[in-house]
């Protein structure tokens, strides 16, 4: 939708420009949008000037710009806002941001009271923050208070008050209530209406004042939320007890009025502890960041604020304390706990030369660790950083939910004025007509909307952190559960990632030979079959000019001679005649073994020297990753650059349903494809050469003991080397997902019953008050349901236990 906002001027940075032919173009697409009087582009400063009377929104002129290929440089904000109370003030809070110019996308989470706030360049949060209060809400920038990040307004004091409001109501309301029991036998013990009037009245004023401040900003902002149908619903109770009363009349209702708002305060309150449970594994992650590390220095060790510590610094960590950075042990040896990181619940053994995790819980030893990472770069910060923004975005049924929030209110206030007309001109009691309009307003549940979704969201991606599983959004999440193809890479993902050099077959001369001048070509290289050559041999000689050949093999000169070392297809490529080898190769092939051929120049001629057979044994817990995801009703795939025997080796004895062998790392992009016009897929791999098929997928999934690149172009990350985590990231989508449809059909179900019910006179306005304050309670209590769930036992876990 485009929003007009009406500024003078606007300021783009602009990325991607790299002349002056390319500020014109970035000009010319500016000044083609509707609205834009003038626009100019400074190559220099990279920075677009967009003039008009009323421009459109940021975020069209930055779609414009990236039509003609280039991008908005974009900043990032993230403001805690308080005064939220439904869905309704979700979409408020959204609409006021979205009118600051500059603004590109805002995603606000009602259950954390966040809004993450995109802008063009760095956001002036001031600006942000007074749009917000011009809307009848508080905020701060979440950027300077480091410490607030995984809490609410609930989470920062607001429970004690809450409380204590909640229990002078209670005490206030109970003698209004209370005689009504008494009718029950037939007595008569209701108070004087004088009496009920001095004990309702600071509960409709003083105590229901939050009400009647955040439903008179929404009424000043044009729209309507949860507190204004509360503040009109009582006040029409309130108020024709008090005409009554002034008339000499018994028939009062300040125990309904007082009750309903006694009733929101006690929903209010279980709803704010609900919500802190929600966000327990953000907590639980920030709580696992020391403050303090132990430095060696010349002069001896000295306790340092951890942000002091810098790059190369040796820490000394002791036993039972928290590792404070991410680095490498280079004295002691010890066993790290790192269960609430990784999800693995057995220590981990650490000797000299292991990478240790900050955050994870130091054993038996003393241990002097080299830091390697520091701040927002170690790996529970980044852990930090996926949990966070995979709560803070919207899943896409959220979208829905957002455009019903958007008229509930209008629609249930109509309904209410209907509601007391209709009774009203039919039965000319408007006694009548009144409390059932009252009972239209205050069974009306918006909040049950805004928290069905984002809650399930933060529960899911909760437990699946916990259990080393980490969803980078919610979009994924909700995707996850539609999967119906599985497709993985072979070497790191469903083998060890370890091969063996298991058999060396010179066409002439000896074994080690053949097995010294391929260690040569490959010295340096971090190849999985280089690494099992080079621990057969010790290079006799230097390569020079060494060069991969993608999906073949690679190149280099040895003592002057030009090598190949690589598969068939580069043997047939270089026209290198592989003789009297072929059938034992056949042989290896149908075994499972991975080949490598060895060729050399020959004078004018290129001849074999032999061949190299490996063996990259499954991973423990393979054969039962895959069985688990066929009960689940998925189909597997192996996509593989290996020949085709080696291939179809190892996915027959793990119970693949298919298998693409010999397929280059730029194919594996087509496979996926391929395959996603038969259903939603996700790929599973751990290597830079899978990033490609993992972006191109519905749902990548990265082993987190692979590369960085792969875990960046992942949507899943598996924080420990274990396959079978692969189906509990689908079980645990499945879980949320129904979650978040159970919920939405409790909120919805809420409103679509009771509010029929109340318009026809069957729900009085207690009952519909309770019901309304334990509709939220009742969503975040089937939500909480979600933090049972475990990861099933893998096959580490089952030996654990035996073995204990």
Not at 166 to 195: E, K, R, S, Y
Not at 425 to 443: E, G, K, R, S
Not at 626 to 650: F, P, Y
Not at 717 to 731: G, K, N, Q, S, Y
């Amino acid at each position: 939708m485009n929003t007009a906002i009406a500024a003078a001027d606007l300021r783009l940075p602009i990325e991607g420009m790299t002349c002056a032919s390319c500020a014109g173009r970035v000009e010319r697409a500016l000044k083609q949008i509707p609205g834009v009087e003038d626009a100019s582009v400074n190559l220099a400063t990279e920075i677009a000037e967009v003039r008009g009377s009323a421009l459109p929104s940021a975020a069209d002129i930055a779609r414009a710009i990236e039509a003609a290929g280039y991008a908005v440089g974009a900043g990032e904000t993230e403001l805690a806002i308080e005064g939220m109370t439904c869905a309704s003030c979700v979409g408020r809070v959204e609409r006021a941001l979205r009118q600051v110019p500059g603004v590109l996308d805002v995603s606000v989470n009602l259950a954390t009271e966040h809004a993450r706030v995109r802008t063009a360049g760095n956001a002036d949060t001031a600006k942000l923050i007074a749009a917000l209060e011009a809307a009848g809400y508080i905020a701060r920038s979440l950027q300077e208070v480091p410490d607030a990040t995984a809490t609410s307004a609930s989470d920062r004091g607001a429970l004690p008050k809450e409380a204590r409001h909640l229990l002078i109501a209670a005490i206030l309301t109970a003698p209004l209530v209370l005689p009504m029991a008494g009718m029950l036998f037939g007595q008569h013990w209701m108070l004087p209406g004088w009496l009920q009037f001095a004990l309702a009245t600071p509960v409709q004023f003083w105590l229901g004042a939050r009400f009647y401040r955040a439903g008179w900003h929404a009424l000043r902002a044009g729209t309507g939320n949860m507190d204004l149908l509360v503040a009109l619903g009582t006040s029409a109770g309130y108020g024709l007890s008090v005409y009554h009363l002034l008339q000499g009349s018994s028939a009062l209702y300040f125990e309904a009025s007082a009750a309903i708002i006694t009733l929101i305060l006690l929903g209010k309150f279980l709803e704010a502890r609900a919500k802190r449970q929600t966000t327990e594994a953000i907590r639980a992650l920030q709580a696992l960041k020391p403050t303090t590390a132990r430095v060696r220095t010349a002069t001896g060790d000295t306790d340092v604020a951890v942000e002091r510590v810098k790059v190369g610094d040796l820490v000394v960590v002791r036993p039972g304390e928290r590792f404070p950075v991410d680095g490498e042990v280079r004295e002691g040896r010890t066993h790290a706990d790192e269960s609430l990181i990784t999800g693995e619940s057995i220590p981990v053994a650490k000797d000299a030369g292991d990478r240790v995790t900050g955050g994870a819980v130091n054993g038996e030893g003393v241990v002097v660790v080299e830091t390697l990472a520091i701040g927002s770069e170690t790996a529970l910060a980044r852990i930090i950083r996926l949990v966070e923004d995979a709560q803070a975005k919207k899943a896409p049924i959220q979208k829905t939910v957002d455009r019903v929030s958007a008229i509930f209110v209008p629609v249930v206030v109509a309904v209410a004025l209907l509601t007391m007309l209709a009774w009203g001109l039919a039965t000319q009691d408007w006694n009548a007509a009144i409390l059932n309009a009252v009972a239209v307003l205050v069974i009306a549940c918006p909040c049950a909307l805004g928290l069905a979704t984002p809650t399930a969201i933060m529960a899911g991606t909760g437990v699946a952190a916990r259990s080393g599983i980490l969803i980078k959004d919610a979009e994924a999440l909700e995707l996850a559960h539609k999967v119906q193809v599985v497709a993985f890479d072979k070497t790191g993902t469903l083998t060890a990632g370890e091969p063996r050099l298991v058999e060396a077959l010179p066409l002439a001369g000896e074994r080690d030979a053949l097995v010294s001048l391929a260690a040569a070509l490959q010295s340096g290289s971090e190849h999985p079959l280089a690494r099992a050559v080079l621990r057969e041999a010790t290079p006799a000689a230097v390569a020079s000019d060494t060069q991969a050949l993608p999906g073949r093999g690679l190149k280099g000169f040895v003592d002057g001679r030009e090598v190949w070392l690589g598969n068939l297809a580069l043997m047939q490529e270089i026209q290198a005649d592989v003789g009297e080898l072929r059938t034992r190769a056949n042989e290896l092939e149908s075994n499972g073994h991975t080949l490598s051929w060895l060729a050399a120049g020959d004078g004018d001629a290129v001849r074999v020297h032999g061949l190299l057979a490996f063996r990259d044994e499954p991973r423990v817990g393979a054969r039962e990753a895959v069985a688990r995801l066929h009960r689940l009703g998925i189909r597997t795939v192996m996509i593989s650059g290996d020949n085709e025997g080696a291939a179809r080796s190892i996915a027959g004895s793990l119970g693949i349903d298919e298998v693409y062998a010999n397929v280059r790392p730029e194919q594996k992009v087509e496979v996926v494809r391929e395959l996603k016009a038969q259903g939603v897929v996700a790929m599973v791999g751990d290597g830079i050469n899978d990033a490609p098929a993992l972006a191109a997928s519905d749902v990548g999934i990265a082993m987190g003991s692979g590369t960085d690149v792969a875990m960046h172009a992942a949507a899943v990350t598996l924080m420990r080397p274990e396959i079978t985590l692969v189906a509990d990231a689908i079980d645990v989508s499945r879980r949320t997902t129904s979650k978040i449809h159970q919920n939405l059909f409790w909120a919805f179900g809420y409103n679509v019953v009771g509010i029929p019910l109340a318009a026809i006179g069957l729900l009085n306005p207690i009952f519909a008050g309770a019901a309304m304050a334990f509709s939220s309670v009742s969503v975040l209590g089937n939500t909480l349901l979600l933090k049972r769930w475990r990861p099933a036992p893998s096959h580490t876990d089952r030996e654990t236990n035996h073995a204990a």
